[in-house]
């Protein structure tokens, strides 16, 4: 983007942004998951008119805390919405947009859902709509779903707005990027989402007493993350489990090498733990990290009622974009413009709760011998850099599997 190509805007120029009361709204969330993005409105006054989510784990869970709210189930049964509807909610399906997922695109099978909150805008006059899903979006097929979200909101005549954000940004020990969009065909988003921009820090600044990585790569990624865990994911594609991998320097051998609990990976969302227990089953390739790798922080939900419920001046530039420019992390638009704005990752900075605080280390499980084998192995074979005690206390971790020390420990716990 050239400023041959670009028209500098100032926050001087706003549309009027009326309040949103804060208490009465009604709400009603599609694609619900685990309610990462409703609890932070519900929490905020606003009242749920009904929840839709289809898979039954997931339901189980919605059953448990919104026990007071109808809850439905195929979005493609829902004939239109509630007469009266303030905000509408959806984490559509993101795994044909993830670098995890299919990448099969906005039009494919999951995905490709969001279709049908267009089908229900069309015959109703909801005040607000908050859309969320992966970064990867806004790259892959250049950018293609971007482009159909917003073309979709502007035919039904809405402004919108998105803004990139880094989950850390609510104090939770999890870089976890994801896009959140806010439209409307009344109100001005950019008051929602760009009247707070917070200074990015260093990871560096976050601390070093434990790093977070994805055990299950080494050759060309690592996901490496200080005092935070790279982002939760749903799970592998045969639906096996795979937490993070953390390492604490300086504990005993051993434990230097571990994973979260499940319990731990709820409170990296921003959920009390045991959250997600009424989907507990005895299955060890149960459903509760895929529900949890699929929420929302629930403190970026958070941020966005209060937000929503008192929309501010943007405190923020932007720039007109052109029809080649790529999308930005963060951008604003109506009737065929589009506008690229300067906004950071973290729109506010809560106290940040470093990882070594949150993983409970006598509930975390070891890495395994296999996995830990594996991950070395790809990553002496690498050209990635690695912090010479991390991959020394890899091996260590090796060496006290081979020696049958895990084994005599886990006798003297269980004999305890």
Known sequence: MTSDSCTIWKQCWLIHLPKVRSLGVNIVGLFSGIGGLEIGFKEHGFTPEFLCELWDPARSVLSAHFHDTDLKGDIAEIRSLPDKVDVVTAGFPCTDLSQAGRTAGINGKESGLVSHVFRLLKGSQVEWLVLENVKNMLSLDKGKAMSYLTSQL????????????????????????????????????????????????????????????????GLTGLGWAHESTPPLKGGSGVGIPSPPGIWIPGNPSGSRIVTPSIEDAEALQGFPRGWTWPAHTNRS????????????????????ARSLSDPREPVVEWVEMTGQDRWPRAAWGAAGKRHAVDASLWPTASQFTPLSQVVDIDRSKALSLRATKGFLSRAHRSRL????????????????????????????????
């Open 154 to 217: 502007e035919a039904l005549g809405f402004t919108w707005a998105y803004r990139t954000v880094d989950s850390r940004f609510t104090g939770v020990p999890q870089r976890r990027h994801r896009v959140i969009l806010v439209a409307s065909r009344k109100h001005d988003p950019r008051g929602v989402l760009f009247a707070d921009n917070a200074v990015e820090p260093s990871e560096q600044s976050l601390g070093d007493k434990a790093c977070g990585f994805y055990w299950t790569e």
């Open 285 to 304: 390739n149960g459903p509760r990290w895929k529900l949890l790798g699929n929420a929302v922080t629930t403190g970026v939900s958070r941020w966005l």
């Open 385 to 416: 850099r690695f912090h010479p005690d991390f991959l020394g206390d890899l091996q260590d971790h090796i060496d006290f599997w081979e020696s049958g020390q895990f084994k005599q420990a886990l006798a003297s716990k269980s004999s305890k």
